[in-house]
Antibody, heavy 115, light 115 residues
Framework: EVQLVESGGHLVQPGGSLRLSCAAS????????MNWVRQAPGKGLEWVSYISSSGSPIYYADSVRGRFTISRDNAKNSLYLQMNSLRAEDTAVYYCARGGPLDCWGQGTLVTVSS | QAVLTQPASLSASPGASASLTCTLR?????????IYWYQQKPGSPPQYLLRYKSDSDKQQGSGVPSRFSGSKDASANAGILLISGLQSEDEADYYCMIWHSSAYVFGTGTKVTVL
């Protein structure tokens, strides 16, 4: 069974940092592009970042470029999102999603940025 | 102006057909894009429904019923998700998405209510 499990989300103060993880199983992780997508409370979906199967190229949304860093470890079947200089508007559920069609999603992890 | 615009809501009766539109911003030609569609129910992650570029280039998500189908209206510069034979379980938010200028872009979302 294809499965994506996010972790690492919690309450952090503005200006703080957080690292999210996404553990993949049930498919050949190293063969797939991966993405992070977020959803603020009561709002729509916002794509955050993309990483190719090999780790390059990488793309970011304008709203996070320069603050967030996506990476992956194919040996550990894991995807990461390093989030720095966090702002209140980064508060959201963060999902990892597989591939170009984003055809498989995790359950998400909640990041709350508040003092 | 948003890149992808969707009507905020749509209501229809069980058994009816519902046509959800995803209008691309002027200057972005729907004919050149894959249009992806997702369904999201409250408290759950989005679920991939399908990809549509043309009648000869499309993909149904795994396990997605054939009553969900995609098309385009070139005159309106829009992608369309058609849900035939509406069921109560189809009540959800629906999002379209494209890959544009090295970024995934989601539509504003349509809330479908089955009366």
């Amino acid at each position: 069974e294809v499965q994506l499990v996010e972790s690492g989300g919690h309450l952090v103060q503005p200006g703080g940092s957080l690292r999210l993880s996404c553990a993949a199983s049930g498919f050949t992780f190293s063969s797939y592009e991966m993405n992070w997508v977020r959803q603020a409370p009561g709002k729509g979906l916002e794509w955050v970042s993309y990483i190719s199967s090999s780790g390059s190229p990488i793309y970011y949304a304008d709203s996070v470029r320069g603050r967030f860093t996506i990476s992956r470890d194919n040996a550990k079947n894991s995807l990461y999102l390093q989030m720095n200089s966090l702002r209140a508007e980064d508060t959201a559920v963060y999902y990892c999603a597989r591939g170009g069609p984003l055809d498989c999603w995790g359950q998400g992890t909640l990041v709350t940025v508040s003092s | 102006q948003a890149v992808l615009t969707q009507p905020a809501s749509l209501s229809a009766s069980p058994g009816a057909s519902a046509s959800l539109t995803c209008t691309l911003r002027s200057g972005i030609n729907v004919g050149t894009y894959n249009i992806y569609w997702y369904q999201q129910k409250p408290g759950s992650p989005p679920q991939y429904l399908l990809r549509y570029k043309s009648d000869s280039d499309k993909q149904q998500g795994s396990g997605v019923p054939s009553r969900f189908s995609g098309s385009k209206d070139a005159s309106a510069n829009a992608g369309i998700l058609l849900i035939s034979g509406l069921q109560s379980e189809d009540e959800a938010d629906y999002y379209c998405m494209i890959w544009h200028s090295s970024a995934y872009v989601f539509g504003t979302g349509t809330k479908v209510t089955v009366l």
